[in-house]
């Protein structure tokens, strides 16, 4: 970065000296033991400016005017007057009192009366020296060392080098109050907290004692399993469901309850050895109680290998064996429960299905009854066969009768007084028949024939039959739901029994300590990001 230097100019014009006029030659006033009194000071041949020429450096009687003016004990005030007035005539002065000189030989009163705005100086001050008489004789000292000035591009120079020095320690004073700001706002805001949390993880917690537990819910395989019904059973899939039910029970108010009534769950938790924060307050609410619960009784289930698993935690190992036990029980008896209703519907369904069957079987049967007294019928196939029997015993009298007409008939001198008798039998024979044929499908004065009723019988011995078989179907079902009530279908089986630990499982204070401090740093920086986005906006 470039700075622009800002310094005052005395000199608005350059000196003649720097245009190449020739330095006059200075005398020698100067002697070898003055020079060995102040072996610094300037020798009789030397101006002060080493090799460089100046205008009026080696002037004939200058010398001699400025130790005269020098004797004059001018005044500081006085001498910046004086080369203000030569810088303004364009005078080549070398220091101030060669600017009087200068002045009073261009004819100008170095020192005399003004416009008032000659009499303010660069600074803003009025000179008290030209508002009031100074006299001609003045107690001050005797010599005034001649200022020498440095050059304009040497003050820029230096102005320059000085600005950067000053950015340079303005930037490193800004950066060591901002690292001090940052610095103040990490220690408030994740150091100090850090801090608090750790003395609570360290010293103030309770000791608390997790005791785990693992077990899986299994299924008894029934020997009646087959096809796509028994392809998931054994597996984990088969109990899927009864383990999330499981899980939700031990998660709810009501296993939290039972707890409570049967191991004082609250007022374990509410006694003095607990620290302020987990302590519950006696005779809370019960909302407060569950997030207890469910802070310190911590399940989970694994749907691949359909496992639950369980932790409780407790201020002492014994009260924590105690607990898990406890919820072990309550799990197997929603298990139970979640059967239960399963094999009573399964057991009521198969007796009103049997019971229905029976009842059914029984109006098929009285209507095959009906229709044996109503018709006078015993059994339509035994009417059948008699009346098919009597028709073919007829159909063989009547053929031999026939045959026996015939052969009569062929000889050539027929017996009439034999065959009259078989005319008239073998008539009789067939009226017979078709009187019989007609029976069996020709209605009667009832006006059902022996077929119809033939019918009605068989499909009412059908419907019985049928019955029959259902009856048999719904014992059969009947005796298996009364068997697969008696046994337990589903039941808990732990894999990982509760053990009581032998040192404390929480809390665990390192592990805590960092994840405060991880958290905290998270909400600063996100703080600081928003912050800075949202001052960007603005000022953009």
């Known amino acids: 970065m470039t700075t622009k230097p800002t310094v005052n100019r005395f000199r608005l014009r350059r000196p003649d000296f720097l245009s190449g006029v020739p ?10 033991a003055a020079d060995a009194a102040a072996p610094f000071a300037p020798t009789a041949g030397d101006d002060g400016f080493g090799e460089v020429a100046y205008p009026t450096a080696g002037a004939g009687g200058a010398p001699t005017e400025i130790d005269a003016i020098r004797r004059e004990g001018l005044t500081g005030r006085q001498l910046r007057r004086a080369r203000h007035l030569a810088q303004k005539h364009n005078l080549p002065a070398t220091s101030d009192f060669d600017a009087v000189r200068l002045l009073r030989k261009a004819g100008i009163d170095p020192f005399g009366q003004g416009p008032v705005i000659d009499m303010i100086a660069p600074g803003g001050e009025v000179e008290a020296s ?29 102005s320059h080098a000085a600005d950067i020095l000053r950015i340079q320690r303005d930037i490193a004073r800004r950066r060591r109050r901002k690292m001090a700001s940052l610095a103040g706002r990490l220690a408030f805001f994740v150091v100090l907290p850090t801090i608090l949390a750790a003395w609570y993880y360290f010293v103030v917690a309770t000791k608390l004692y997790a005791t785990r537990t693992e077990f899986v819910i299994q299924q008894a395989e029934s020997p009646r399993a087959a096809g796509l019904g028994g392809l998931f059973q054994g597996t984990q899939f088969a109990t899927s469901q009864d383990s999330i039910a499981v899980q939700g029970y031990m998660q709810s108010r009501d296993a939290m309850l039972r707890l409570d009534a049967d191991q004082h769950f609250r007022d374990h938790f509410s006694a003095p050895n607990i620290d302020p924060i987990q302590r519950l307050k006696p005779g809370g609410s019960l909302e407060e109680a569950y997030k207890a619960y469910r802070r310190n009784v911590k399940i989970s289930y694994d749907p691949t290998d359909g496992v639950i698993r369980m932790e409780v935690i407790a201020a002492d190992p014994e009260t924590s064996i105690a607990f898990s036990r406890a919820l072990i029980g309550y799990a197997e008896q929603q298990v139970d429960q979640l059967t239960l209703r399963l094999r009573g519907d399964q057991m009521k369904g198969a007796e009103e299905s049997y019971a229905s069957a029976e009842t059914k079987m029984l109006e098929a049967q009285r209507s095959v009854v009906t229709l044996q007294e109503k018709f006078k019928v015993l059994s339509s196939e035994v009417e059948v066969s008699l009346l098919s029997q009597q028709i073919g015993q007829l159909d063989t009298q009547l053929s031999q009768d026939r045959l026996s007409l015939a052969q009569m008939e062929s000889n050539a001198t027929p017996n009439l007084a034999r065959m009259e008798p078989l005319k008239r039998r073998i008539a009789a024979l067939e009226g017979e028949i078709a009187t019989l044929r007609a029976r069996m499908t ?6 059902q024939s022996l077929a119809s009723i033939q019918g009605e019988l068989a499909m009412a011995q059908a419907d019985v039959q049928t019955r029959q078989l259902l009856l048999a179907q719904a014992m059969q079902q009947l005796e298996t739901a009364r068997i697969e009530a008696g046994r337990q279908v589903r039941y808990l089986s732990l894999s990982v029994a509760p053990v009581a630990p032998d040192e404390p499982t929480y809390p665990r204070a390192f592990e805590s300590t960092a994840v405060a401090f991880l958290v905290f740093a998270g909400i600063y920086l996100m703080i600081s990001m928003t912050i800075a986005i949202l001052r960007e906006q603005v000022t953009a």
């Open 442 to 447: 020709s209605a009667d004065e009832t006006g």
């Open 130 to 158: 030209r508002a009031l008489t100074v006299p001609d004789k003045v107690q001050l000292p005797k010599t005034v060392k001649p200022v020498q000035l440095p050059t304009t591009e040497v003050r820029a120079e230096q």
């Open 23 to 32: 330095a006059p030659a200075r005398p020698a006033s100067s002697t070898p």
